[in-house]
């Protein structure tokens, strides 16, 4: 854990916010700051705890490697993927473009 | 008692002796329904007519019912249940109008058993929370006192049952979802073991946690619907092998000589009339010739931060496929609660913080589960008190940022091992019901319904309702 770490300001929360794909208002910035910063501190005690020789945790109940075999089955249809979209055009889901000319 | 006050093991004696109709059982929920939203508000989406449609035209029978154990019986389901076709909305405006094309494998396990569903109830905002308070649609109001909190996050389903709405509601719990509302409520919550019952269709928050289960209103109810939900889902890849044996065959074996550990860190801030009620709990499972030992625990403290960085981790994954795209409205459609989980997520994730977070809590839950298996190498079950207090008032979660983690830290430590837990009713302070929990290895599933059922038929407060 980083020493002084709890300095979560305006702009890692901007960071933040950046990439969880969330737009924050001004308002929502200030409150969610002081917000995260009270909760990283509240979750910094782990620190207390020694883990140097504890391992990752295997899978809760032991599950290893659970596969199933490689064939086609059903899948939705056109209608069922497209059908909640709120913009489509020929078969497509419509988005912003990412790229400008 | 009024028809909609019966047990789900009531209701079918009674259908199957003709007392009452598939119809008018449906009917008198419905009425019931009706008569207590307008003072709870523990639903969201009502599915009248498909319910009365298809109550008209059941026959049962006892050979129906051995092949369709549920057959009947109204239910009502958390509204992050998926079912294709039906508003499912998770209590967020960001899915305010979808319509899911997949199905909830519970759901279709319930149906297909012959249950009858009766409507989607209220939780907090993607199960975010430990009240009800944070739905999108407005809390949900605890059926034994409107001025307090019925709990979350399956807070409409605890008060849906408690209320008298259905016999049966299905919720999930994460850490503390059903345990948690179900003590504030008064009813029987059982979070089954991690991977006991699939996942697959319900909207996701923690995967590595979420675990759907029943709430009803006795033991053998939440035995008989974990027949029929439990086992191997060929869709959901985290669900178990382990076979699935009928939970109310040993519901009745003595309880005698079986060891029960409590540890005081679980009793530490509890009010004291809850930890007095809890205690006269412990009394009468001595009195039912249990073993009542004291046992050292990790300190359940520890298990909030843990809980908070993997479920808030999780979540904001979880929660990155709400793109506005493909489905359900814009991002800045999250309501409050659901972003600053999504921010406190992606902080403990990312690049500089990932080890110093994620990766040690994950290792403090490596030593928690260890510590379990310690237990447990001592003792059959652990019990404690559910919650340290009963229902708080309403407003009590706002401007709380971790609320829910705190509250449900009696609840956390079991849910981050996996293991099942279940939380029945063990007496009243301030007139609000008490939950006692009783927490077994994983898979130990019967041993904690016997457990429970020991008690409960030992008391009489199942048999207790509210007068809302």
Known sequence: MKKNDVVVGEKEVSRIAALAHLSLTADE????????RATVSAIGRLSEIDTAAVPFPPQITGLVNVLRKDVIEASLSVEDVLGSATRTWKGYFLVEAVFSE | MNVSDLTLQESQEKLLKKEISPLELVTACLDRLKKTEPQIHACLTVCE????SQARILHVTKEAIADQPLLGIPVTLKDNYCIRGIRTTAASHVLD?????????VWQRLKDAGAILLAKTNLDAWAHGSSTETSDYGATL??????????????????????????????????GSIRMPASWCGVVGLKPTYGRTSRYGIIAMGSSL??????????????????????????????????VPDYTQSLARPIKGLKLGYCRDYFSGVHP????VVQKAFTKLKELGAEIIEIDLFDPSYAVAVYTIIQRGEVSSNLARFDGIRYGADRQRFGEEAKRRIMLGTYVLSSGYYDAYYTKAEKVRTVIMNDFARAFSRVDAIIAPT????????????????FGEIADMLQEPSSIAGLPGISIPCGFSQQLPVGLQIIGPQFAEERILQIAYAYEQSTDWHRQRPTV
Do not use: F
């Open chain 1, 29 to 36: 910035k200030i409150r969610l700051s002081s917000q995260l």
């Open chain 2, 49 to 52: 007519e498909e319910a009365l």
């Open chain 2, 97 to 105: 109008a979808y319509l899911p094309v997949h199905t909830a494998t």
């Open chain 2, 142 to 175: 605890n059926p034994w006192d409107i001025t307090k909190l019925s709990g979350g996050s399956s807070g409409g389903s605890a008060a849906s049952v408690a209320a008298g709405q259905s016999p049966l509601s299905m919720g999930s719990e994460t850490a």
């Open chain 2, 210 to 243: 979420d675990c759907p289960g029943p709430m009803t209103r006795c033991v053998w109810d939440a035995a008989r619907v974990l027949n029929v939900i439990a086992g191997h889902d060929a869709k959901d890849a985290t669900t178990a092998d382990t076979p």
């Open chain 2, 273 to 276: 009339d809850v930890a007095g």
């Open chain 2, 387 to 402: 919650l340290p207090t009963v229902a708080l008032p309403v407003g009590a979660s706002v401007d709380q940022p971790m």
